[in-house]
C-alpha cells in the first residue's frame, strides 16, 4: 500500500485542481493527463437506459444501469463542496467490510458515506433514481424500490456514496487534514492514518466524482449505488474540539476516598 503526503501553500487555490491532479511538489515533475469528467448538470439524462440481463436461479433480477453504452460517471462538485455530517462509520455495528470485522475479503469493499446535497445536486439524482425506479417496474413490480435521496429535519437533503477501501476499483482519496496538508492515496490503511486527527471526518467538506455502479435487489428491495471514483475530504476543526473539563481529577480522587 503506498500513499503520498504534500504541503502546499495556500491550500484553497489548490484544491480548485484537486480533483484532476495527483497532488503538488516543490520540485518541477512531468503532469499526468487530466481526466476529463463532466458535470453532472452536462449529462442528458435521456440515453439512461436500464438493460435487462434476465434473471438468476433465484429468480432475482439481473439489470445494468446505463448511460447509452457506458456506466454513468460525473462530477458531483464541479463548483463548491458538499459536506459529510457523520464522517466514516468504523464501529463495524452497521457495516461490516472484511477490514473492520474480519472474515473473507470480497471483490471490492468499502464504507458508505453520506453527503448533504445542494437543490442541483439533489434534482440530479432524484431525476436518475426516478427513471430507474420506473423501469425496474416494469420488470419486478413486487420489489420496493429504496429512495437514492432522503431528507430529514436535522441534516437536510442527503443521499450516500460508497468509498471503496478494499479490493477492485479503489477509490482515489484527497484528504485535507487538520495538518493543513494534502495527502493523497487509495485504501483503508491510507484512510485509516488520517481518520483519529480529523474526527473520522465528521462534518467534512467533500468534492467528488461518482459512478453509477449497479442497482442491487435483494429479498424484495432494490435501488442504486453510486460509487466514488475520486473524493476529496476537507476536515472540519469542528470534529476535533473537545468540550473543556468539568471535573477536577484531585477533588474526584478526594470525594472519592472520603
Known amino acids: 500500500m503506498t500513499f503520498q503526503s504534500v504541503s502546499v501553500v495556500p491550500i484553497l487555490p489548490y484544491l480548485s485542481r484537486a480533483m484532476s491532479a495527483e497532488g503538488a511538489s516543490t520540485e518541477p515533475s512531468p503532469k499526468r493527463a487530466k481526466i476529463e469528467i463532466p458535470s453532472f448538470q452536462d449529462l442528458d439524462l435521456r440515453q439512461l437506459i436500464l438493460r435487462d440481463n434476465g434473471t438468476t436461479k433465484q429468480g432475482g433480477r439481473l439489470t445494468l444501469p446505463l448511460l447509452g453504452a457506458n456506466r454513468l460517471r460525473c462530477n458531483l462538485t464541479p463548483a463548491g463542496f458538499l459536506k459529510a455530517p457523520f464522517g466514516f462509520d468504523v464501529s463495524g455495528k452497521y457495516q461490516k467490510p472484511s477490514f473492520l470485522v474480519g472474515g473473507t475479503a470480497g471483490k471490492s469493499e468499502g464504507l458508505g458515506l453520506v453527503l448533504q446535497l445542494g437543490d442541483a445536486e439533489a434534482s440530479f439524482l432524484r431525476a436518475v433514481d426516478d427513471f430507474y425506479r420506473e423501469e425496474f417496474s416494469k420488470l419486478d413490480k413486487k420489489t420496493q424500490w429504496h429512495d437514492l435521496v432522503s431528507a430529514t429535519d436535522k441534516h437536510g437533503v442527503h443521499s450516500k456514496v460508497k468509498v471503496i477501501l478494499q479490493g477492485v476499483g479503489l477509490t482515489q482519496l484527497k484528504i485535507v487534514g487538520l495538518d493543513k496538508q ?33 442497482l442491487w435487489n435483494v429479498s424484495r428491495k432494490a435501488g442504486l449505488t453510486f460509487v466514488a471514483t475520486h473524493l476529496v475530504l476537507v476536515a472540519s476543526e469542528k470534529s476535533s474540539e473537545v468540550e473543556e473539563d468539568v471535573f477536577d481529577d484531585d477533588e474526584l480522587m478526594r470525594e472519592l476516598t472520603n
Open 182 to 214: 494534502i495527502h493523497t492515496g487509495y485504501g483503508w490503511e491510507f484512510l485509516q492514518l488520517h481518520l483519529p486527527d480529523n474526527g473520522n471526518f465528521r462534518g467534512s467538506r467533500c468534492k467528488a466524482t461518482v459512478s453509477l455502479s449497479s
